[in-house]
């Protein structure tokens, strides 16, 4: 039978991602998380693979409802993301790819232009939430930044998609002591990425207001 009505769409999706879910290790909060990235991505393989930090929730939550920021790797991801609301906490979406002297300076230096745009945006990181979703050389840099200029997100979300690169950068992200989610494969991209900065955003605002629905994420 075929279902024509936007609310029974996500309602009926859900009850099918719930199957996929049922049996992880997850707090609700978790869940809630994984099952949007699902969603997103109709890619049912990500209830095996996604990775919390123990702070991860509990960091992001707590950016997001302080009015601070969200750095991501590529246009694509802000896109995605449900920027009314998150203006609503009094955040921003920052990306700094696109800016001509990030593109100038990773030709000179012959590296990616995720990897200038990360070093840019690395003044303004403090105590925000970095958001990789298409770039590996994006999350290897912040590795970097953390280990070597002692760089202190409050989370990073690392879901860059890639056969070269992608899982080794989120292999050294699971050493870190900053929270994070991540997941175990080269899978990811821009869609799960500002899923899992969307499902954030739910949670403060159920948390804020009780039951209440991000109507963008439908």
């Known amino acids: 039978m075929q279902i024509f009505n936007p609310e029974k769409i996500e309602k009926r999706s859900f009850e099918i991602i719930e199957e996929y ?31 919390f930090h123990p702070d991860a929730i509990k960091a992001g939550l707590r950016v997001i409802k302080t009015g601070k920021n969200i750095i991501v790797d590529s246009s694509m991801v802000k896109a995605g993301i449900n920027k009314k609301v998150l203006s609503g906490f009094g955040g921003k979406v920052l990306c700094f790819i696109e800016h001509k002297d990030v593109e100038k300076k990773a030709k000179k230096l012959g590296v990616t232009k995720a990897i200038m745009a ?8 403090n105590g925000n939430i970095v958001a990789i979703g298409n770039a590996p050389t994006a999350l290897l840099e912040i590795y970097r930044l953390v280990n070597e200029e002692k760089i202190k997100p409050a989370l990073i979300i690392g879901l860059p998609v890639g056969f070269v690169g992608a899982k080794d950068a989120k292999e050294k992200l699971l050493t870190i002591s900053i929270p994070y989610i991540t997941n175990k ?34």
Not at 21 to 40: F, L, N, P, Y
Not at 193 to 209: C, D, G, K, P, R
């Open 21 to 51: 879910v049922r049996d992880g290790k997850w707090t609700e909060q978790e869940k809630s998380i994984v099952k949007r990235i699902i969603h997103a991505t109709v890619e049912p393989l990500y209830a095996e693979e996604i990775i």
């Open 185 to 218: 494969s080269q899978k990811g991209g821009s869609s799960a990425t500002a899923a899992t900065i969307n499902a954030f955003l739910h949670l403060a605002l159920t948390e804020q207001y009780g039951k209440r629905t991000c109507k963008s994420e439908k």
């Open 118 to 125: 990360i070093r840019k945006a690395s003044k303004i990181m």
